[in-house]
């Protein structure tokens, strides 16, 4: 398939470009080669490129940001999207729009793919209104929702505490957020499979299991070789944000199991894998 990435230069997009290259002719676009948020500039890529399936990582990602510029974001979340999903629905091509766990409010224990947007900032907004503008696409589509996202990128919270353990003595991070930790490598590998099978709906695809910061931030302890205690457990109220963030936004996926996608490694695997990676000097971003 002809595959056209979208923020091919971010943490996501730059290692779907990598790891689906074996069986697909991929090109990647970012913002130096055009706003997405330009129906003009959309229209252009698409006929230049002409993909089979489109995999849209760009993304305003900037949580807090989108509080102080909420349109801005909603142009290029929700904007963006409705761009690529007019190109696509006119030229057939399908379209891969990458979600979030910030489209749910974190009450009670995760969230299934069916259960109802209902997001508490204005990232989670802006991300929730491009899934209804995927979801009321007539061809092609699929909507995957990731969280708490690391891998070779400028900035992840594995990078921050493994810098963080070489600077000071003792961190308090967060207890009373979970999610489900995912790399990006095997994320990849998820899009990988759902863009082959041209399998249509929600899904969620992240790393098995499930953490609260801190106890991710042991696991990066353990795996640098530090002392975990040197880690404390504190609330949110310590570290106060622009954006609220949603307490518990664990996703439970049952589609992926449906369509046969293969079982994913724990979290805890996946940061001990990302380590070994940024101790090898492979890394665009160490
Ligand atoms: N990171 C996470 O923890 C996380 C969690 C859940 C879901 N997700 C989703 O996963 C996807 C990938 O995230 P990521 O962390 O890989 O993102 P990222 O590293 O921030 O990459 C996004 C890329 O999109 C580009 N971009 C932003 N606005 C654009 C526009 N208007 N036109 C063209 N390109 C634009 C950015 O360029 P600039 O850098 O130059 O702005 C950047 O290169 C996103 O859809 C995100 O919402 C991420």
Known sequence: MKILVTGSEGMLGRTVMRRLADDHVMTGVDLADGDLTDPRTVKDIVARTAPDWVVHCAAWTDVDGAESSPDQAMAANAGATENLASECGLSGAGLCFISTDYVFDGRGDGFAEQDKRCPVNHYGLTKARAEEIVEAMPGPWQILRTSWLFGDGRVNFVKTIRYLLETKDKLRVVDDQRGSPTYAEDLA??????????????????????????????????????????IEPCPSSEYPTAAVRPACSILHSSNLEEVGCAARPSWRDAVLRYLRFLDSGQAVHP
């Not at 899009?191 to 910061?213: D, E, K, P, Q, Y």
């Not at 990066?220 to 040197?230: K, L």
């Open 189 to 230: 590998d998820i899009i990988g499979f759902l863009v082959s099978g041209r399998f249509r709906g929600i899904f969620h695809g992240t790393n098995a299991g499930s953490a609260s910061w801190f106890e991710l931030a042991r696991e990066i302890a353990v795996g640098c070789g530090a002392d975990p205690e040197r």
